[in-house]
């Protein structure tokens, strides 16, 4: 049950068998129908989530009501809104599954008794925090300095099989262009 988990946390350190055990006795699992919000906006993030299965998206309304995706997650990833998690503020997006997902959770209080217990995993939840840093710096860039196309195309790097998993306006939004032109992009590179 818990060896996707434990295999992700294992590329970045190693534990024994009694930390492991310890590990995957504080963690909560969940299944979790498509389409249910697990952080509405401007509630305070009390999770952070390994999916096990399942797709994930992050997102903010902006002051013209649209929905704005920030993120994608998808199996083996880890997802929260980090500075709502860490700072204890209200979140300014919105988590919600895009498919039933598998998920397992750790709280503030989980994470705090595990890091007392077992404090190589500061390690690991530093290289989580850095990689969600760099998804984020990326992501930054490549909209402010890529073309639509360019941006679709690094978008099928990143994420392979969301194309087929989740509907194309949320990819449009995560792309900063309407839906419309993002069927023209596709078509394009098609008929290429």
């Not at 009694?18 to 249910?36: A, N, S």
């Not at 073309?147 to 990819?171: C, E, M, N, W």
């Amino acid at each position: 049950m818990y060896s996707n988990i434990i295999n992700n946390v294992s590329k970045h350190i190693t534990l024994t068998k009694d930390e492991t055990q310890f590990f995957t006795e504080l963690l909560t699992f969940k299944k979790v129908p498509k389409k249910t919000i697990l952080l509405q906006q401007g509630e305070i993030c009390k999770f952070e989530v390994y999916i096990q299965k399942g797709c994930i998206r992050s997102y903010y309304i902006d002051e013209d009501g649209l929905e704005v995706t920030l993120l994608f997650s998808v199996e083996d990833w880890w997802v929260s809104n980090m500075a709502s998690f860490h700072e204890q503020t209200p979140s300014q997006m919105i988590i919600e599954t895009m498919e039933d997902c598998e998920l397992y959770i750790v709280t503030p209080q989980t994470k705090e008794i595990l890091l007392k217990k077992i404090p190589k995993f500061e390690r690991f939840f530093r290289i989580i925090v850095q990689r969600h840093l760099c998804t984020f710096q990326n992501r930054v860039l490549h909209t402010i300095s890529k073309s639509a196309t360019d941006r679709y195309l690094d978008f099928l790097k990143l994420y392979p099989g969301i194309p087929t998993r989740v509907a194309q306006h949320y990819i449009a939004s995560y792309l900063g262009i309407s839906a419309e032109f993002l069927s023209k992009i596709r078509k394009r590179l098609s008929g290429k």
